[in-house]
């Protein structure tokens, strides 16, 4: 079966080197390393914000580089660690998302349910300003997630949840994901979560570096 | 009414004992900016005084040469002080500046003089002043602009890599950003429209009605040179972003513009 993605001589600014990876398509990819091992960097060079100095990647037999590169991101969602949340309230996230998408904003029902099922106890009309860290982590998940992709990267998905939480969102997430036929590649530190969830782990380690 | 009184040179030096008052002023409150303002009153005289020597000149041997040299050096000057200031900007994003400044700039007041004047586009007398009214503001409008522009590209790093990774198009990222540059930049022009006349007498109408002008022939004159200077402001900044951010991405659509870093202060 094809692989979902695949690298070939993948190196990144002369400093990462990445190699032939691969990625199977039907399974759940945990990737763990060290940091600055080149984790969220690979994400990247997965979704096409990046480009490698030398080899290349490959999503679905197709040369990255040569694909429409805002038309692979529409596919190819990226959820960086970093949440970025307009100021506003959880409605006016979605519509301010969903219109640099040009897409129809979606119905407050859509979004409750949504926001139920990251564990979030809030009406759309709630204010994000004063949301939590984790809070903000899973909205902003959440967001990336209603545009059902086909495919999720996720970076550091539940970084800023405790333990319980993260297992219980990443349990609902990747559950979801399962229904949409979304295929799922995260980023975790945690060999708990890695244990538990992946398929397929890929350990980045000290050889990435040269 | 009658030209304005001439200004002898013993009672033009009187004027320079209100700036003796303002520096003793500025050394008493301990303002750091007493240097740069004694430089700036000095730089203020020595080039207005050499600039009155050039155009008494050009007025008395009216040659259109003399009047686009003039020209061509006050575009240079703004162009020079506008892209110098963008140290961070791509040399594409400079000439785009640089072009739809001047472009901008000259259509105005080529309109402006030909069709609503009806004088010579290279009359001295017109072309001058009136190049430099509607250029400076220009330039200080693209200033702001850009200034507002690399600010939020820098301070919203997080919401375009967001959007970037949510699949919008660079363009489509950066275009309400061009969108806030473009409106700072005419605030100050639609502010001084708002308090014109009533708050402040202008310094065109003042200047014309201090030389004899009817005051109702003054007000035509500085109702036509705010507008002409929305228009350069507008045109330019818009031309300028418009096409400038086209620079700040490549071809597979990622954000090649990395913003200077601000020295900690």
């Known amino acids: ?210 | 009414m009658s030209g304005a009184a001439d200004i002898g040179i013993f009672s033009f030096a009187l004027i320079y004992l209100l700036l003796v008052v303002v520096l003793i002023l500025m050394r008493k409150s301990k303002i750091a900016k007493t240097r740069e303002l004694l430089i700036a009153s000095l730089r203020m005289t020595a080039q207005l005084v050499l600039v009155g020597f050039i155009l008494t000149y050009i007025f008395q041997n009216p040659h259109p040469a003399l009047t686009l040299a003039f020209l061509s050096a006050m575009i240079v000057f703004s162009v020079h002080r506008v892209v110098s200031r963008q140290k961070g900007l791509n040399l594409k994003f400079k000439i785009i500046v640089g072009v739809s400044l001047c472009a901008s700039g000259l259509s105005v007041l080529a309109y402006f003089i030909l069709a609503v004047l009806g004088q010579s586009i290279l009359n001295p007398q017109y072309v001058i002043p009136l190049a430099g009214m509607i250029i400076g503001n220009a330039m200080t409008g693209m200033n702001l602009a850009l200034a507002n522009f690399t600010e939020n590209i820098a301070s919203q790093k997080q919401k375009m890599d967001a959007l970037l990774n949510l699949g919008v198009h660079p363009q489509n990222i950066l275009k309400p950003l061009a969108g806030g540059a473009l409106t700072t930049a005419l605030i100050p022009t639609i502010n001084s429209m708002v308090g014109m006349g009533i708050i402040f007498l202008p310094g065109m109408m003042t200047g014309q009605i201090l030389s004899g002008t009817l005051p109702t022939t003054a007000i035509l004159y500085q109702i036509c040179i705010m507008i002409a200077i929305c228009a350069a402001v507008c045109l330019s900044v818009f031309a300028a972003l418009t096409l400038g951010v086209k620079t700040l991405y490549n071809g597979n659509c990622q954000f090649t513009y990395v913003p200077e870093q601000k020295k900690p202060s």
Not at chain 1, 68 to 74: H, P, S
Not at chain 1, 80 to 109: K, M
Not at chain 1, 138 to 152: D, M, N, Q
């Open chain 1, 1 to 210: 079966m094809e692989p979902l993605f695949h690298t070939e001589s993948l190196r990144f600014g002369g400093f990462l080197q990445y190699g032939d990876l691969s990625f199977p398509a039907g399974k759940i990819t945990f990737i763990t390393g060290e940091s600055g091992s080149g984790k969220s960097t690979l994400l990247k060079l997965l979704n096409g914000t990046a480009s490698p100095s030398e080899g290349k990647a490959f999503y679905r037999g197709q040369d990255i580089s040569s694909l429409d590169a805002v038309a692979l991101r529409r596919e190819v969602l990226l959820v960086s660690q970093e949440p970025f949340l307009f100021d506003g309230t959880v409605r006016e996230n979605f519509d301010a998302f969903y219109g640099y998408r040009e897409t129809p904003p979606l119905r407050d029902d859509q979004i409750k349910k949504l926001l139920q099922s990251f564990l979030l106890d809030f009406d759309p009309d709630a204010q994000t300003r004063t949301f939590s860290g984790g809070e903000r982590q899973r909205l902003y998940t959440a967001i990336f997630l209603s545009f059902w992709p086909k495919v999720l990267l996720l970076d550091e998905p539940t970084s800023a949840l405790d333990n319980v939480t993260g297992m219980a969102v990443l349990t609902a997430l990747l559950d979801s994901c399962r229904e949409a036929g979304t295929e799922v590649i995260t980023v975790s530190h945690s060999r708990q979560l890695a244990g538990q969830f992946s398929q397929n782990t890929l350990h980045l380690g000290k050889e990435a570096f040269h």
